[in-house]
C-alpha cells in the first residue's frame, strides 16, 4: 500500500512565524501535491511538483514555497504565516503515467 | 476552463440508498474518480470508472457515468452511519501546465441519520 505521510496532524503558529509543512511517501512517485482544504471551497492546490528539484504552481501559490531536494519528500513552506492560511494542508503523490492521487492524512494548521 | 461540480450537503437515513452527484466538463477525461475523506483525515480513493464504461459496481457501491451529459453517480446501498463522509468527484486535467492532474468537485457532505 501506498503510505503517506505529514509531520504534525495539528500546528499552532503565531502570525509572521515561518512554517514548514512536511510530507515524505514511500511509493518512489515522481508526482507530489500540496493542497490546502477549506469548507465550502473544496481542495486548491497549492504547488505541485513532478521531479527532484521541481515545481509547479498551482491555483494558490501566493504567501507559500515549496523544496523538493529528495524524491520522498516534499515540504510546503510559509515564509510569514498569516491568519488567513489557517486552514487544512493535504499532501498527495501519484505515480508516472498514473491519474489517482494518494493523500496524506492533512495537517490541521491556525495561524493565530 | 475546466469545473467539477457537486452539491455540498446529502442526508440520509441509515439503510437507506445514497445517491451523490457530479458533473464535469471534460469530455475527455479517460477515468474519473471518487475520494471518501472521512472526519479530520485525509482523503481516500474510493472507487473510479473508465470513460468507456457506463456502469461500476462495488460491493455497496455503484458509479455510473453518462458521458453524453458529463454526468457521474455515486450510489451507496443499504447506507451505515461509518458512511458518513465528505465525498469527492474527481477528474483528470487535460491542459497546460497541470495536465496530468486531478480536478476535484467541492465535496458533498453526506449525513447519516440512525
Known amino acids: 500500500d501506498v503510505k503517506v505521510t505529514q509531520s504534525s496532524r495539528y500546528l499552532v503558529k503565531r502570525t509572521g512565524e515561518k512554517v514548514f509543512l512536511e510530507c515524505v511517501q514511500d511509493?518512489?512517485?515522481?508526482?507530489m501535491f500540496w493542497y490546502r482544504q477549506d469548507p465550502g471551497l473544496g481542495l486548491r492546490l497549492i504547488y505541485f511538483?513532478?521531479?527532484?528539484?521541481?515545481?509547479e504552481k498551482g491555483d494558490i501559490p501566493e504567501g507559500y514555497s515549496v523544496s523538493r531536494e529528495k524524491k520522498e519528500r516534499f515540504s510546503l513552506i510559509l515564509e510569514s504565516a498569516s491568519t488567513n492560511q489557517t486552514s487544512m494542508y493535504l499532501c498527495?503523490?501519484?505515480?508516472?503515467?498514473?491519474?489517482?492521487?494518494?493523500f496524506g492524512p492533512g495537517t490541521r494548521l491556525t495561524v493565530t | 476552463g475546466e469545473d467539477v461540480e457537486q452539491s455540498l450537503f446529502l442526508s440520509v437515513r441509515e439503510g437507506d440508498s445514497s445517491v451523490i452527484n457530479c458533473t464535469y466538463t471534460?469530455?475527455?477525461?479517460?477515468?474519473l474518480y471518487w475520494y471518501k475523506q472521512e472526519p479530520g483525515a485525509g482523503l481516500q480513493l474510493l472507487t473510479y470508472?473508465?470513460?468507456?464504461?457506463d456502469m461500476k459496481q462495488d460491493q455497496r457501491l455503484t458509479v455510473l457515468l453518462n458521458k453524453k451529459d458529463k454526468h457521474l453517480s455515486l450510489r451507496i446501498a443499504d447506507t451505515q452511519t461509518g458512511d458518513s463522509a465528505i465525498y469527492f468527484c474527481?477528474?483528470?486535467?487535460?491542459?497546460?501546465?497541470?495536465?496530468?492532474?486531478?480536478?476535484f468537485g467541492k465535496g458533498t457532505k453526506l449525513s447519516v441519520k440512525p
Open positions: 470508472i473508465f470513460s468507456n464504461m
Open positions: 474527481a477528474e483528470r486535467t487535460n491542459y497546460g501546465g497541470s495536465q496530468g492532474n486531478l480536478i
Open positions: 511538483s513532478y521531479d527532484v528539484k521541481m515545481k
Open positions: 498527495a503523490s501519484r505515480g508516472q503515467g498514473r491519474d489517482e492521487q494518494y
Open positions: 471534460d469530455s475527455s477525461s479517460t477515468y
Open positions: 511509493m518512489d512517485h515522481e508526482n
